[in-house]
C-alpha cells in the first residue's frame, strides 16, 4: 500500500515562504504525475499544481503561478512544493496526491493516492 506522507506546514506571517514536502513510502518509479491540492476552511479542495515525474514538467492554478514551484527529486521518492509571497488566502490544509497514469491531472478524482495533508497558516 502506498502512503504519501507531507511535511513542513507552520504559521508564517504574509510575504513569508514555506517548503512543503511530500515522502513516499515506496519507489515512486510507477507514479506517472504527482500533485498539491489545497482545502481551505470551509472550502472544497482545490488544485495547486502537478509534475510530471519523469520529465520535471510542472504546471499551476493561476493563483499559483509566479509564486509556487514543485519540484521533485526522483532519487529521494520527494516531491516539493516551495511556496513564495505567501498570504492569508493561501490558509489551508495541503495535500499531496499521485496518479500511476496520465488523465486530467488538474482533476482532483484523478489521483490514486493521497496524504493525510499539513496545515500552513500565513497570518496578516
Known amino acids: 500500500q502506498v502512503q504519501l506522507v507531507e511535511s513542513g506546514g507552520g504559521l508564517v506571517q504574509a510575504g513569508g515562504s514555506l517548503r512543503l514536502s511530500c515522502a513516499a513510502s515506496?519507489?515512486?518509479?510507477?507514479?506517472?504525475?504527482m500533485a498539491w491540492f489545497r482545502r481551505a476552511p470551509g472550502k472544497e479542495r482545490e488544485f495547486v499544481g502537478y509534475?510530471?515525474?519523469?520529465?520535471?514538467?510542472?504546471d499551476y492554478a493561476d493563483y499559483a503561478k509566479g509564486r509556487f514551484t514543485i519540484s521533485r527529486d526522483n532519487a529521494k521518492d520527494m516531491v516539493y512544493l516551495q511556496m513564495n509571497n505567501l498570504k492569508p488566502e493561501d490558509t489551508g490544509v495541503y495535500y499531496c496526491a499521485a496518479r500511476s497514469g496520465s488523465g486530467n491531472l488538474y482533476r482532483e478524482r484523478t489521483y490514486d493516492y493521497w496524504g493525510q495533508g499539513t496545515q500552513v497558516t500565513v497570518s496578516s
Open positions: 509534475i510530471i515525474r519523469s520529465i520535471g514538467f510542472a
Open positions: 515506496e519507489r515512486s518509479f510507477s507514479f506517472y504525475a
